[in-house]
């Protein structure tokens, strides 16, 4: 096992009518700004429970906050908080709306140009508190102190982390997530599943009780996922689903181990080129990596294999090819397409891809470093139409 | 699942050479008090590496925390704290010493008789801040607010708990288990071992998640006990039960899920009345009560036997068996005797017993509160000759 530090302050407030707890979690002169997304939150109820558990606080809005949330629709909350006096952020929604809320946390008493902070996280020294209601389990952002905001003027879509903006607290009602939209509900999936093979899938350094949590929560994913598509208001697949998805980044399941970000940070890059969305950008990169990546990986894709696809296969290739099929298999029976020719996209498009990772500095990507700009645009090429 | 709140501030430097990591953790103008037990941390180095790392340090001490901590010991650190103006407590050691820190934290400050603060947690206000060296894993009090603690005047070993006695941080260095006595080591995989099970063995509540990391850590024990008593200088197997001791009982596989403290409720009149060590006390508690308590923990414990121990048998009562011939046989691998009768004890003292328990409120123990005086009775009997 490797050395590590952990610490995770956020307070999680988890399952059904938790969200009246606003009343003892945020702090009663509060000046709030509510930080939502497109407005599915009033269709649902959950602005009006939020709503009736902050009678009596001062609560201002800021809606709007888009998917890969923007510096450009960031930056206008920025100007009310500094122009309003803004002292407490009440971010609710999913990873969009809570990632959107850090960078607004940190932009808005920072004194220089706000993009720095994310291209630059070291340069915050200060950051409002957060408060986080959830509505989409996939991100892990509510219990976790990274962000990822996108720049549309130049097609950036890149993360920053400080300990300043973990949330102070997260409230996680299951409920909530009844009404999702089956390919949130599936993106969510995808993302908190891929979350966990980029701290597991790498190479053994004798971690048995990470990889058992890694394993657990990879199970319950494929367990809990077809229970909702059946049934939507299914309450403990929810809430199971919810919960595997914070764990599977509030930091706890990489301690000790090595981590590969490589199929996110390739993700982020069909993201930002051309729109795909960020579960599926996942769906499409891991088969592919995997495939590619199999001779570094060998002996936790085995294990993968074993532990979690129950595959007994004695010959090593065969099982890494079935777990492949098998991880492939899983995305597409939540309806995410796998294959990055699905969306249009062809082989000329690539190099764009590889010049945008190399103006970002991606050249060595990996539990290892070992994923260059080459084998990058290999596993572009091999997602094109997969196996 | 069931509703929690969940929020653990402790911030852990894991590994080796962490120890260096005080100069950073604790502030620099703190007086300290470091509390330690018997001078084992003298023998084996631990003593001089945090000295050195406190080189500069205002560090004051009070050595003699014995196992079980007392009132009466820790009432001495009291009295130094109040009189010296010690701002920082800094544990070195395993849980007795961490427990009784804990209640030298929440002592001082107090202005009544603070054997109250055991028997009623809830009038705390405030507590010195407390850091941690972690010497033995077994506890998990490193990485919890709670504390055990005895009075030698009248044979009681009662607990408390209050989220001002978290430690601010702790310190695991697997080297510093390296020289830890068999005896020890062993009663600490049981201590851990047993957290699990009390959080685990109950009934289902529909919580897959928790349930794996549950047994998780109980297959990391099983695995890793045997290495380091053939090799007591494994790195990664000290490494692996250390963190697998701390997560045994740091809340979060208790998330969502009944709990059931009679194991630990039980083993505690063992010790307060007999002097037997803790890890032996439940390791002589845990078969008889699985035995006697198999109907209600039935869905649970075949769970248990399947998945922990591997036990493919079909008939349930057969498993369960198995189970528990396994659980026992894995205490007695580690060299801890498993039935009361094996310390001299008769069935003339369970009176006795049972008495102290009715003196202690322990009329109800269990996940449904069903383990009422006659039913521990029962177990004791049990536990003086075993299956």
Redesign the interface.
């Known amino acids: ?18 969200i009246e ?1 606003l009343k003892d979690a945020v702090p009663k002169k509060a000046k709030i700004l509510m930080t939502y997304g497109g407005g599915s939150i009033k269709a649902n109820g959950v602005y009006d429970q939020v709503m009736s558990a902050l009678q009596g606080y001062d609560v201002q809005e800021f809606s709007g906050i888009e998917p890969n949330p923007s510096y450009e629709t960031l930056m206008r909350a920025v100007v009310i908080v500094r122009e309003q006096k803004i002292d407490f952020l009440l971010a609710v929604g999913g990873g969009s709306v809570i990632d959107g809320t850090k960078f607004i946390a940190a932009a808005a008493p920072y004194k220089g140009e706000p993009w720095d902070i994310v291209t630059s996280s070291a340069s915050i020294s200060k950051a409002l508190p957060i408060g986080c209601v959830l509505t989409i389990p996939a991100a892990g952002s509510e219990m976790n102190c990274g962000a990822v905001i996108s720049k549309k003027e130049t097609h950036d879509k890149l993360s920053f982390m400080h300990p300043l903006v973990y949330p102070q ?1 997260s409230i996680l009602d299951p409920k909530t997530t009844y009404s999702l939209p089956p390919k949130q509900t599936a993106n969510g999936i995808v993302d908190a599943f891929v979350h966990v093979t980029e701290q597991y899938l790498t190479y053994p350094v ?4 990470q ?3 890694a ?3 990879l ?2 994913l494929i ?2 996922a077809p229970k909702v598509f059946q049934q939507p208001d299914d309450y ?1 697949a929810r ?2 689903i919810m ?2 998805a914070t ?1 599977a980044l509030n930091d ?1 399941i990489q ?2 181990v090595p981590t590969d970000w490589a199929t996110h940070l390739l993700g982020h890059e069909l993201t930002a080129a051309f729109g795909i969305d960020h579960g599926e950008s996942l769906a499409i990169i891991l088969p592919s990596l995997l495939h590619l990546e199999r001779e570094p990986k060998r002996e936790k894709l085995v294990q993968y294999a074993r532990r979690v696809w129950g595959i007994n296969a004695s010959d090593e290739k065969e099982c890494i090819d079935l777990a492949i099929t098998k991880t492939r298999a899983f995305f597409e029976s939540l309806g995410i397409k796998t294959r990055l020719s699905d969306f249009g996209v062809d082989e000329l498009q690539i190099p764009r891809l590889i010049e945008s990772l190399k103006r970002h500095g991606m050249t060595s990507l990996g539990e290892r470093g070992s994923i260059n700009l080459e084998r990058s645009a290999m596993i572009f090429r091999d997602a094109l139409f997969g196996a």
Chains 1, 2 share one sequence.
């Open positions: 096992m490797k050395n590590f530090t952990y610490c995770n302050p956020v307070k999680i407030y988890f399952g059904e009518g938790q707890a607290f004798n971690s048995p009780l990889d058992r949590m394993e657990g929560i199970l319950t367990e809990e403990d809430a199971n919960w595997a764990l706890l301690m000790g």
